[in-house]
């Protein structure tokens, strides 16, 4: 326990000691004070963990933050991820594949492969692409897991990109939301914004990731010279993003097919009846340009002052009456080790219980039973149809790409290995 936060703490446990010994009589008076300063003490603990992250890490200045290696990025990363934002966090990088649906050169492609824009392979595109973009961000840059995931991500899209289905713009374009949408999320809806050290570590991981997918930055002012750190990549690449979207972010009724389908996925555990009420959410959530290039209404003057209302009390109440999560409680939405034939399972199911192991817990606890009540599936139900066997990293993807792209996976490894060694990715 650091000095602030004994000073702040030992008077109020010498308080709670004297209720606890006294009668009702004599400890009224001491629950007006513990009550006002109970706020303080969770405001206190909750800033805890940021001073330890500037203590833990030695990057106090912009200097030191242009030396910030890979390594130390996934970490302070993977605490805001797991432990500080964990919902809002994980929520902002499926909105950023949700914004994506607004450019019309992206949208086109999903509807033509049908892999989000029909309700049969939708989920299971959604539960794929999230899988792999949480092995990312939840496993050590150098680490197997970590190498594997690029790979297989980068021999899905190596088709469409050696084609010219997929445009480079729109590649990058995409790695800018999965930057660019956690930051901007929690610094508008969480209890506190982003020190430069939390908003570099995520600019300095991303930066490394797009180079393991073999992104070019030669769109951005300094693609060809190289970039300072994190921070500036992060500016530059904003800069650019929001120009892109300026130019490219249109109307276009393939948008909105893509988006309906993904937002069947957000609404998927909520009851029918409130189904409008989520589309409204969903709607409220976007900025007017992408809520015009879908083609979505814009939500009720109610449902507006609601939900803001809501997340402004979701945000205080984080602030000063919830402590801090502690480490065994965690988010980790997939299995840590794999099992005896080397697969891994995911944790959590918003939608279809794809890859999710049909324990005990997953079939009959609170979770399954109210996925039950609303009629969908629960983990190990109808046979192999969501693989309640788990999932091979190198095998994720659509069906008619599982056991291909072998060769392809290795070369891309073994090359990935040469450069991302968990060291500055700017020098």
Same mark, same amino acid.
């Given at each position: 326990?650091?000095?602030?936060?004994?000073?702040?703490?030992?008077?109020?446990?010498?308080?709670?000691?004297?209720?606890?010994?006294?009668?009702?009589?004599?400890?009224?008076?001491?629950?007006?004070?513990?009550?006002?300063? $109970?706020?303080?003490?969770?405001?206190?603990?909750?800033?805890?963990?940021?001073?330890?992250?500037?203590?833990?890490?030695?990057?106090?200045?912009?200097?030191?933050?242009?030396?910030?290696?890979?390594?130390?990025?996934?970490?302070?990363?993977?605490?805001?991820?797991?432990?500080?934002?964990?919902?809002?966090?994980?929520?902002?990088?499926?909105?950023?594949? @949700?914004?994506?649906?607004?450019?019309?050169?992206?949208?086109?492609?999903?509807?033509?492969?049908?892999?989000?824009?029909?309700?049969?392979?939708?989920?299971?595109?959604?539960?794929?692409?999230?899988?792999?973009?949480?092995?990312?961000?939840?496993?050590?840059?150098?680490?197997?897991?970590? $190498?594997?995931?690029?790979?297989?991500?980068?021999?899905?899209?190596?088709?469409?990109?050696?084609?010219?289905?997929?445009?480079?713009?729109?590649?990058?374009?995409?790695?800018?939301?999965?930057?660019?949408?956690?930051?901007?999320?929690?610094?508008?809806?969480?209890?506190?914004?982003?020190?430069?050290?939390?908003?570099?570590?995520?600019?300095?991981?991303?930066?490394?990731?797009?180079?393991?997918?073999?992104?070019?930055?030669?769109?951005?002012?300094?693609?060809?010279?190289?970039?300072?750190?994190?921070?500036?990549?992060?500016?530059?690449?904003?800069?650019?993003?929001?120009?892109?979207?300026?130019?490219?972010?249109?109307?276009?009724?393939?948008?909105?097919?893509?988006?309906?389908?993904?937002?069947?996925?957000?609404? $998927?555990?909520?009851?029918?009846?409130?189904?409008?009420?989520?589309?409204?959410?969903?709607? @409220?959530?976007?900025?007017?340009?992408?809520?015009?290039?879908?083609?979505?209404?814009?939500?009720?003057?109610?449902?507006?002052?609601?939900?803001?209302?809501?997340?402004?009390?979701?945000?205080?109440?984080?602030?000063?009456?919830?402590?801090?999560?502690?480490?065994?409680?965690?988010?980790?939405?997939?299995?840590?080790?794999?099992?005896?034939?080397?697969? @891994?399972?995911?944790?959590?199911?918003?939608?279809?219980?794809?890859?999710?192991?049909?324990?005990?817990?997953?079939?009959?606890?609170?979770?399954?039973?109210?996925?039950?009540?609303?009629?969908?599936?629960?983990?190990?139900?109808?046979?192999?149809?969501?693989?309640?066997?788990?999932?091979?990293?190198?095998?994720?993807?659509?069906?008619?790409?599982?056991?291909?792209?072998?060769?392809?996976?290795?070369?891309?490894?073994?090359?990935?290995?040469?450069?991302?060694?968990?060291?500055?990715?700017?020098?």
């Amino acid at each position: 326990m650091d000095n602030n936060t004994f000073l702040v703490v030992q008077p109020v446990t010498n308080i709670a000691r004297a209720i606890l010994d006294s009668s009702p009589r004599q400890w009224i008076p001491y629950a007006l004070p513990l009550l006002l300063g $109970y706020p303080l003490i969770a405001r206190v603990l909750r800033y805890r963990r940021l001073r330890q992250l500037h203590r833990d890490y030695p990057y106090k200045t912009r200097a030191d933050m242009a030396k910030m290696t890979d390594d130390h990025a996934f970490q302070i990363q993977k605490t805001v991820a797991q432990l500080e934002f964990p919902f809002i966090f994980i929520k902002s990088l499926q909105f950023a594949l @949700f914004r994506t649906y607004g450019i019309p050169t992206i949208s086109r492609l999903l509807t033509k492969t049908s892999q989000f824009s029909d309700p049969e392979t939708s989920l299971k595109r959604y539960t794929d692409t999230s899988a792999l973009v949480q092995e990312m961000v939840g496993n050590n840059p150098t680490s197997q897991r970590a $190498y594997i995931s690029l790979a297989r991500t980068r021999f899905l899209h190596s088709g469409y990109r050696a084609s010219g289905k997929i445009l480079e713009d729109d590649m990058l374009y995409t790695l800018a939301l999965f930057a660019l949408e956690p930051i901007r999320f929690i610094n508008t809806y969480e209890w506190r914004t982003l020190s430069d050290l939390e908003r570099c570590a995520i600019g300095t991981f991303w930066k490394s990731a797009g180079d393991a997918l073999d992104i070019s930055y030669s769109a951005l002012p300094s693609g060809a010279t190289g970039f300072q750190d994190g921070l500036q990549w992060l500016e530059e690449i904003s800069a650019w993003s929001a120009a892109y979207e300026e130019r490219s972010m249109v109307p276009d009724q393939k948008n909105r097919e893509t988006a309906d389908q993904t937002t069947a996925v957000i609404v $998927y555990m909520l009851p029918k009846i409130l189904h409008p009420v989520g589309l409204q959410f969903v709607s @409220f959530m976007m900025d007017d340009r992408l809520r015009k290039a879908m083609l979505y209404d814009a939500p009720t003057p109610f449902f507006s002052a609601l939900f803001s209302s809501a997340l402004t009390i979701r945000k205080l109440a984080l602030r000063y009456l919830i402590l801090p999560r502690p480490y065994f409680l965690r988010y980790a939405s997939f299995t840590e080790e794999p099992d005896q034939n080397g697969r @891994f399972y995911l944790t959590k199911w918003e939608a279809a219980p794809y890859y999710v192991k049909p324990t005990f817990w997953n079939r009959w606890g609170p979770e399954a039973w109210l996925t039950w009540a609303l009629g969908h599936p629960v983990p190990g139900d109808q046979g192999d149809k969501y693989y309640p066997s788990g999932y091979d990293i190198q095998d994720v993807g659509p069906k008619y790409f599982e056991g291909k792209g072998r060769k392809q996976l290795d070369e891309a490894m073994a090359e990935m290995k040469e450069f991302r060694t968990g060291k500055c990715p700017f020098h």
